[in-house]
């Protein structure tokens, strides 16, 4: 099995089930089982787990008559309540309906199964007290791609990501929506239509489900997967950018970075090393002693973003990796113990932190494409042939301030802010649900970003000729070239950007590497 920072376009997997259980999973594993669906099975070990958990719980509540929370209590704030023995189920049944308040946009359906794997994964490791049943639905969930429909908004990042949580546990009992063969379905036809009787809940059932912090995991790690792609795109357009604007490649020199040597600024720079490498546009002799920050300091910027990447890899692995749940059963010492390992503070914090790294790579980005069509180094004002009658990529550049702008007011953190709720109960939470979607609205506006200085760029290449780039740059332009023509005269340019952002986020997918490790 990969380990858990080995690459994705690594990954080479069998057509034989997926084995959930018996090891911890990477994340790399994780996102291609939510872009490329395939059967997961859960392990011999993972099913004994299971069972020894489930067995352990009925014992206690056969022997006992000790209050356990959310087992034979209220939730929150209605903790103190006693539930009967006759009211358990209902009990469970109640929490899940009764919680399933999302609002706002609907979760994307390679994000919901992220959701259900971890969800079933986090069940799976035998501190959670289900049946195997309920582990097994969530997985056929995942398998036939019947996805829930999940919201956006509902989660406080402590308790769990409870509304999302309940929109995700909704089905296993007959309720809510589903995204099902094409369909928005009620999940009653759903599970008709495959044969499945809904659930019954058993006790601790329900809490299990809403109890975790799977809906912030999910965002996190796939804006993590996909951010290590935008960060080795990022690396690639701005080298193109150096030899188009004529920039000099003395910062991009190991000795500079041998005696400051943050890892990050050490890789950032040995790939633009490797994508300038004998570029005849280097060769060019040049009048100029130093360049503008944001091409001299890539390797430090970019660097800096790398280096916090690393970090956010370590806390989500951990994280997918751990139990959540509340409260966890230890078989093995008898215990059942109440704590707070599904209050969300790290990856609120991780989440926040990853915004702002990958908001730095977007804005930086536009900088060089200010930079490439300012009229200087020999290059035309906005980079057209014929300026003054045309425009040329005047207002892309104004397209980039914009997103730009709204990325810095997307990097508020949201791990500052707390807000007390369950009637004082749940005092401090940890705002991790949102911190965690605003980071896929960070990213997407960073393929923008680095999408228009691509294009940019590539203008600016053009008006250069019969000089050339590096021979492995100039056949990812020919590449693009397909795609997308020079500009000659103003045509409509909104194609034009939306085809750059395309190319460079399927340019990341084959660039992606195992370079960013914890």
Same mark, same amino acid.
């Given at each position: 099995?990969?380990?858990?920072?080995?690459?994705?376009?690594?990954?080479?997997?069998?057509?034989?089930?997926?084995?959930?259980?018996?090891?911890?999973?990477?994340?790399?594993?994780?996102?291609?089982?939510? !872009?490329?669906?395939?059967?997961?099975?859960?392990?011999?070990?993972?099913?004994?787990?299971?069972?020894?958990?489930?067995?352990?719980?009925?014992?206690?509540?056969?022997?006992?008559?000790?209050?356990?929370?959310?087992?034979?209590?209220?939730?929150?704030?209605?903790?103190?309540?006693?539930?009967?023995?006759?009211?358990?189920?209902?009990?469970?049944?109640?929490?899940?309906?009764?919680?399933?308040?999302?609002?706002?946009?609907?979760?994307?359906?390679?994000?919901?199964?992220?959701?259900?794997?971890?969800?079933?994964?986090?069940?799976?490791?035998?501190?959670?007290?289900?049946?195997?049943?309920?582990?097994?639905?969530?997985?056929?969930?995942?398998?036939?791609?019947?996805?829930?429909?999940?919201?956006?908004?509902?989660?406080?990042?402590?308790?769990?990501?409870?509304?999302?949580?309940?929109?995700?546990?909704?089905?296993?009992?007959?309720?809510?929506?589903?995204?099902?063969?094409?369909?928005?379905? !009620?999940?009653?036809?759903?599970?008709?239509?495959?044969?499945?009787?809904?659930?019954?809940?058993?006790?601790? !059932?329900?809490?299990?489900?809403?109890?975790?912090?799977?809906?912030?995991?999910?965002?996190?790690?796939?804006?993590?997967?996909?951010?290590?792609?935008?960060?080795?795109?990022?690396?690639?357009?701005?080298?193109?950018?150096?030899?188009?604007?004529?920039?000099?490649?003395?910062?991009?020199?190991?000795?500079?970075?041998?005696?400051?040597?943050?890892?990050?600024?050490? !890789?950032?720079?040995?790939?633009?090393?490797?994508?300038?490498q004998n570029s005849p546009l280097q060769a060019q002799p040049k009048e100029q002693v130093q360049d503008p920050y944001a091409f001299r300091c890539m390797p430090q910027v970019a660097g800096a973003s790398y280096d916090a990447l690393s970090y956010v890899d370590g806390v989500l692995h951990t994280e997918?990796?751990?139990?959540?749940?509340?409260?966890?059963l230890f078989a093995d010492s008898g215990a059942i113990l109440s704590g707070g390992n599904f209050h969300a503070q790290p990856l609120a914090l991780a989440s926040d932190f990853l915004s702002i790294a990958l908001a730095e790579l977007g804005s930086i980005s536009e900088r060089r494409t200010f930079q490439l069509l300012s009229g200087q180094r020999g290059l035309p004002p906005f980079l057209s042939p014929r300026p003054g009658i045309n425009s040329g990529l005047m207002i892309p550049q104004y397209t980039a301030a914009s997103i730009v702008s709204q990325n810095k007011q997307l990097c508020t953190p949201a791990s500052v802010d707390t807000i007390v709720s369950s009637n004082g109960q749940e005092d401090h939470v940890s705002m991790a649900a949102n911190a965690a979607t605003k980071v896929l609205r960070v990213l997407d506006n960073c393929w923008q970003l680095i999408g228009i200085e691509w294009l940019t760029a590539c203008q600016a290449l053009y008006l250069r000729r019969p000089l050339r780039s590096s021979p492995q740059l100039e056949a990812w332009v020919a590449r693009f070239r397909e795609k997308v023509p020079p500009i000659k005269d103003d045509r409509l340019l909104q194609p034009d950007l939306q085809a750059a952002r395309d190319f460079c986020r399927k340019a990341g997918k084959e660039l992606a590497t195992d370079a960013i490790v914890t």
């Open positions: 099995m990969p380990q858990p920072n080995q690459s994705l376009m690594s990954l080479t997997y069998a057509d034989q089930d997926f084995i959930l259980g018996d090891q911890p999973l990477s994340l790399d594993q994780l996102a291609d089982l939510a !872009e490329h669906p395939r059967p997961i099975a859960l392990s011999d070990a993972a099913r004994a787990r299971i069972q020894r958990s489930h067995a352990f719980l009925q014992s206690q509540l056969e022997r006992t008559d000790k209050a356990f929370y959310g087992i034979n209590t209220g939730f929150g704030a209605l903790c103190q309540v006693r539930i009967s023995p006759a009211e358990l189920q209902q009990l469970q049944h109640n929490l899940v309906v009764s919680h399933a308040c999302g609002a706002g946009a609907e979760v994307p359906p390679h994000i919901v199964r992220l959701m259900l794997i971890l969800k079933a994964w986090n069940l799976a490791q035998g501190y959670s007290g289900v049946r195997e049943v309920l582990v097994m639905r969530l997985l056929d969930m995942y398998r036939y791609d019947l996805l829930p429909v999940v919201y956006e908004q509902g989660s406080l990042g402590a308790s769990g990501d409870l509304a999302p949580l309940a929109h995700l546990a909704l089905p296993l009992i007959g309720q809510g929506q589903v995204l099902f063969r094409g369909q928005r379905l !009620e999940a009653s036809q759903a599970l008709q239509a495959l044969g499945w009787h809904p659930l019954s809940l058993a006790p601790k !059932e329900g809490l299990a489900l809403l109890n975790g912090t799977q809906f912030s995991q999910a965002y996190g790690l796939w804006c993590l997967v996909e951010g290590k792609r935008l960060w080795e795109v990022a690396l690639l357009t701005a080298a193109l950018a150096t030899d188009a604007f004529y920039c000099l490649a003395t910062p991009f020199d190991e000795r500079l970075h041998r005696i400051r040597p943050h890892r990050g600024q050490i !890789e950032a720079a040995a790939r633009l090393r490797k994508w300038l997918v990796n751990g139990v959540t749940d509340n409260p966890s």
